[in-house]
């Protein structure tokens, strides 16, 4: 038998084959005799996914534009801000992000525009051969407008 596999209820690694079903293979753990089948494994994301999702979680980006961004599912990204206990800060500042993804030259000439940057901040971050890019400015209503 292979090294990963042992019984989910003993954890003994003393098991036999015991049939298919539904097309998988069965166990028969011989110091408990339960039976059990292979754990399925789902499709596995990189690391930098998965940090990249959550940077955008916390710069106020919604789960569904994250899965546009990232092409992930959004119930993944809600699962990851669950399992790493993640929590948006509370800003009253009137703040809304925008996320471009650029190719190189693209984010030169962006860098290069002083007012991409005023009353704002800007985030660049590689991603695959390109660089996602998060803009955010102030948004000033009409009570408090800028001189």
């Given at each position: 038998?292979?090294?990963?596999?042992?019984?989910?209820?003993?954890?003994?690694?003393?098991?036999?084959?015991?049939?298919?079903?539904?097309?998988?293979?069965?166990?028969?753990?011989?110091?408990?005799?339960?039976?059990?089948?292979?754990?399925?494994?789902?499709?596995?994301?990189?690391?930098?996914?998965?940090?990249?999702?959550?940077?955008?979680?916390?710069?106020?980006?919604?789960?569904?534009?994250?899965?546009?961004?990232?092409?992930?599912?959004h119930v993944s990204v809600m699962n990851w801000v669950k399992t790493y206990n993640i929590k948006r800060p509370k800003t009253t500042a009137n703040v809304?992000?925008?996320?471009?993804?650029?190719?190189?030259?693209?984010?030169?000439?962006?860098?290069?525009?002083?007012?991409?940057?005023?009353?704002?901040?800007?985030?660049?971050?590689?991603?695959?051969?390109?660089?996602?890019?998060?803009?955010?400015?102030?948004?000033?209503?009409?009570?408090?407008?800028?001189?």
């Amino acid at each position: 038998m292979t090294d990963n596999k042992h019984c989910p209820k003993c954890h003994s690694k003393n098991f036999v084959k015991s049939g298919i079903i539904k097309e998988r293979q069965r166990f028969k753990c011989k110091s408990c005799n339960y039976y059990f089948t292979v754990q399925k494994l789902g499709k596995r994301i990189e690391g930098e996914y998965v940090i990249k999702a959550l940077q955008l979680y916390l710069e106020g980006i919604s789960f569904r534009e994250i899965e546009r961004i990232l092409n992930v599912s959004h119930v993944s990204v809600m699962n990851w801000v669950k399992t790493y206990n993640i929590k948006r800060p509370k800003t009253t500042a009137n703040v809304h992000p925008e996320v471009q993804i650029l190719k190189h030259g693209e984010v030169l000439a962006l860098l290069g525009d002083e007012s991409n940057i005023d009353d704002g901040g800007l985030l660049v971050t590689p991603m695959d051969s390109k660089y996602l890019v998060l803009t955010w400015k102030k948004r000033y209503g009409k009570k408090n407008t800028k001189l």
